[in-house]
């Protein structure tokens, strides 16, 4: 049997939120450092260019680290594929008919980017959860504002 309830959250975001459950703090929790990620080589270029638009945001939110990078590489990668679902069915429309021998409609069948866009976007959705990129992710999260002067924090949120 795997295990109950709610995922546990990392120590640092229960520090951020004013650890509301009044919980022990793990005190042993593993840090990785917080430098930023490199972009995977094996990336699809629509991928690519979903990572070098949102490494910089969560840069400046002060939640990318290095060992996120799997996880944000298959952020990308999931955005690139309902992406591409997306513009098809744009393109071609959800159904497409089925026809009997003699042409005749008999009935009206989804294409599989129906499927594909439908089971991206809860993949997405869980992983942007994971990342605080939703409103509802983010209000459950404070950020204590830096001493120190950040221009790429500066360009997405503003002078503090």
Same mark, same amino acid.
């Given at each position: ?12 975001l229960r520090l951020l939120k004013g650890n509301p ?9 593993? !840090?990785p450092p917080t430098t930023t990620p490199s972009c ?5 270029? *629509?991928?690519?260019? %979903?990572? /070098? ?6 840069? %400046?939110?002060?939640?990318? @680290? /290095? ?6 590489? %298959?952020?990308?990668? $999931? ?6 679902? *997306? ?13 009997? *021998?003699?042409?005749?409609? !008999? ?10 866009? !439908? ?5 997405? /959705? $869980?992983?942007?959860q994971e990342f605080g990129m939703t409103p509802s %992710? /983010? @209000? ?5 504002? $830096?001493?120190? !002067? ?11």
């Open positions: 049997m795997g295990r109950r309830g709610p995922p546990p959250q990392p120590t640092a459950g009044k919980r022990r703090i793990n005190t042993r929790e593993p !840090r995977p080589r094996w990336l699809c270029p *629509e991928a690519k260019r %979903a990572w /070098r638009e949102i490494v910089p945001v969560l840069k %400046a939110m002060r939640i990318l @680290t /290095r060992i996120d990078r799997d996880a944000l590489a %298959a952020y990308c990668q $999931s955005y690139a594929r309902w992406k591409a679902a *997306e513009e098809f069915l744009s393109q071609h429309g959800e159904v497409y008919p089925i026809r009997d *021998e003699r042409g005749n409609v !008999r009935y009206m069948q989804p294409f599989p980017q129906v499927f594909i866009a !439908r089971s991206q976007l809860q993949i997405l /959705r $869980s992983y942007q %992710a /983010r @209000t459950r999260v404070q950020v204590i504002p $830096s001493l120190v !002067r950040d221009p790429v924090e500066e360009r997405f949120f503003g002078p503090h």
